[in-house]
């Protein structure tokens, strides 16, 4: 049974610029949880994919958006970069939506927007 | 008001003692509540799962949850220096949007 996986572990953009995160999730999980973790700070909740659906989205504007393909591994998207999207990207897999208790997170690709 | 409240520590104890950990939430329909362990440039990692009220025990860890109080614990017993990591509790309604802590900052010495 394969993890979740994540890439690149490390990004370095510029302010403006666009990035694409990816997601592999762990083998036998249809859902994908995308979130933000700031220096010091808990993980702030993106979206979920579900089956290929958005399922669920937190207080992020448009230009995060975001895809999950019918092997359920998903991207996370980010336009016109700001400083303050630098950051750890940590996606999680579930085996479904209601399992909470079966959350498990990748290692997370640090962002860092100049 | 924030979903879910957690004091950011740092906390410091002997190897041995007892760790307590807590976290308020504002909304009393939540129903499910977690504990996630995060060592130094990791991904969290589920550490105990609780549905509604009451305690759970896995090992040394024991998870409590109080929904009168809107309040949730989590025991740590017999600190080892391996349990130093940044511990965040999550709350979440349904399983489509998840709510997390701060995370609390814990060293265990020698």
């Known amino acids: ?114 | 008001q924030k979903e879910v409240e957690q004091d950011p520590g740092p906390l410091s104890v002997p190897e041995g003692a007892i760790v307590s950990l807590n976290c308020t939430y504002s909304n009393s329909a939540f129903q499910y509540f977690m504990w996630y362990r995060q060592y130094s440039r990791k991904g969290p990692e589920l550490l105990m799962y609780t549905y509604s009220s009451g305690n759970k025990e896995d090992g040394r860890f024991t998870a409590q949850v109080d929904k009168s109080s809107k309040y949730i614990s989590l025991f740590i017993r017999d600190s080892q220096p391996s349990d130093s990591a940044t511990y965040l509790c999550a709350i979440t309604y349904t399983g489509n949007q998840f709510y997390f802590g701060t995370g609390t900052s814990l060293t265990v010495i020698p």
Do not use: M
């Open chain 1, 1 to 114: 049974e394969t993890g979740v996986t994540q890439s690149p572990t490390h990004l370095i953009k510029t302010r403006g610029q666009q990035v694409t995160l990816r997601c592999s999730s762990q083998s036998g999980h249809n859902t994908v949880s995308w979130y933000q973790q700031a220096l010091g700070q808990g993980p702030q909740f993106i979206f979920q994919y579900y089956r290929e659906e958005e399922n669920g989205r937190g207080n992020f504007p448009p230009r995060f958006s975001g895809l999950q393909f019918p092997n359920y591994s998903s991207e996370l998207n980010v336009n016109a970069l700001e400083l303050d999207d630098s950051a750890l990207y940590l996606c999680a897999s579930s085996l479904e939506t209601s399992r909470t208790d079966t959350q498990y997170f990748g290692p997370g690709t640090r962002l860092t927007v100049l």
